[in-house]
C-alpha cells in the first residue's frame, strides 16, 4: 500500500482529487509492461495495441521481473502508482511463447486475468498496412463473431470472459450521442465453432478502417479496409474474478439509477404509457344532451298522466292522450 500524501499546493490537491472514485469514472487507462524476457513479435503488438489504446495508455520500456499468476504485488503497485484500470503485460519462455496476459484491476486489486499466446506466423502490425490510420482517440466499432461469446461472465467460458476484456479495453468515456463521421474503424474477433480436434479454437482479432461513399440513396454506401494489425491467438491460462468481489465491481451508484415514476411505464419500443386513477362517478348527475321537444311543460307534475309536451316548430302546447289500460 502507499502512504497517504496530504497536498502541499493547488496543483497535487488537483491531481489526489483527480484519483478519487467519482459517480461517472472516465475512460479506464491501460498499462503496457513487459518480462525479463520478451520476443519482438510480443514488444510490436505490444505497440500496437498502444496506438490504438491512446491517449488512454501508457507503456513502460524497462524489463520488470514479475509473474502475474505467481506474485501480483508489483502489478497492484504500479495500477496504484499510475492510476490503471487495465494492464497488458508481454513475456516470452519455451513454455509459454509470444504471451500477453491482459489484466483487470477493482480499487487496484487484480480482479481477473488472461493469458493470450499470438502466433507469430499470421501476424502483422500497423505499419505493415500501407493505407490511411484512424484518428487518435476514436471509439471503434466492435464485432464479436461466433457462438462461443454467447452468455455471461458468471457462466460463460474463457471466451465469454476474452469478450468482456476487448469491451473494456476500446470502450473508451462514457459518451451520450454518436457522431456518425466519428466511426472510423472497426475492431472483429472472430472464433469458429470447437471440435474434438479443436476443442478451443484460435481468435483472429482483425482491424479495418470504415469508408463512406455517395450512393444516391439516403444511405451512404460502407467500404471497410484492412489496417491493422492482424492478430491470431490462443487462450492459455485463465484466472477469474471472485463471486462477491465481481458483484462489488459491477455495484453502481444510486444517484445514477432512473427515478421510477409513479403510474409512468415504459413497453418494449420505448413509448411511455400512463396510468389513470378515476374516482367512482355518479351518473345520476351525468350532463347529457339537452332536447327541446323532451322538457316538461310550466304547469306538468311528475306524476300527471297528462304530460304536455311543447312543440318548438308550432309554438303551441298539444296534450298526449291519456293511454287505455
Do not use: W
Not at 482529487?17 to 520476443?39: I, M, N, Q, R, Y
Not at 491517449?55 to 505467481?70: L, R
Not at 400512463?274 to 311528475?302: C, F, N, P, S
Amino acid at each position: 500500500m502507499l502512504r497517504q500524501i496530504k497536498p502541499r499546493n493547488a496543483r497535487s490537491k488537483r491531481a489526489l482529487e483527480k484519483k478519487e472514485p467519482k459517480l461517472v469514472e472516465s475512460a479506464k487507462t491501460c498499462l503496457f509492461l513487459h518480462g525479463t524476457t520478451a520476443s519482438e513479435v510480443v514488444q510490436l503488438a505490444m505497440t500496437d495495441l498502444h496506438s490504438l489504446k491512446k491517449p488512454n495508455a501508457i507503456k513502460f520500456t524497462k524489463k520488470n521481473a514479475i509473474h502475474p499468476f505467481e506474485d501480483a504485488t508489483s502489478l497492484e503497485f504500479f495500477s496504484q502508482k499510475n492510476d490503471t484500470a487495465l494492464m497488458v503485460f508481454g513475456s516470452h519462455s519455451k513454455k509459454r511463447p509470444h504471451n500477453l496476459t491482459f489484466i483487470r484491476m477493482f480499487d487496484h486489486r487484480v480482479l481477473d486475468m488472461i493469458e493470450l499466446f499470438l502466433d507469430p506466423a499470421s501476424f502483422r502490425t500497423l505499419a505493415q498496412f500501407k493505407n490511411k490510420k484512424c484518428a487518435v482517440g476514436q471509439k471503434p466499432l466492435l464485432l464479436f463473431a461466433g457462438s462461443v461469446f454467447d452468455g455471461d461472465t458468471t457462466s460463460g467460458g474463457p471466451y465469454v470472459l476474452l469478450k468482456s476484456f476487448f469491451v473494456d479495453f476500446f470502450r473508451g468515456g462514457p459518451d451520450v450521442d454518436i457522431d456518425v463521421e466519428g466511426l472510423q474503424y472497426m475492431v472483429s474477433i472472430a472464433v469458429g465453432e470447437p471440435s474434438d480436434e479443436e476443442p478451443q479454437p484460435k481468435a483472429h482479432l482483425r482491424v479495418y478502417s470504415i469508408k463512406t461513399h455517395r450512393s444516391g440513396q439516403k444511405l451512404p454506401r460502407v467500404e471497410i479496409d484492412e489496417m491493422g494489425p492482424r492478430m491470431d491467438f490462443r487462450i492459455g491460462r485463465v484466472k477469474e474474478a471472485e463471486e462477491g468481489v465481481m458483484k462489488e465491481a459491477l455495484k453502481k451508484a444510486k444517484q445514477l439509477e432512473p427515478k421510477t415514476k409513479k403510474n409512468v411505464e415504459a413497453d418494449i419500443v420505448g413509448d411511455k404509457m400512463g396510468r389513470i386513477h378515476v374516482g367512482k362517478q355518479d351518473l345520476g348527475k351525468l350532463q347529457t344532451r339537452k332536447m327541446k321537444g323532451l322538457k316538461r311543460g310550466r304547469g306538468a307534475e311528475a306524476g300527471d298522466e297528462n304530460i304536455t309536451m311543447v312543440d318548438e316548430y308550432s309554438g303551441g302546447e298539444q296534450k298526449r292522450p291519456k293511454s287505455s289500460t
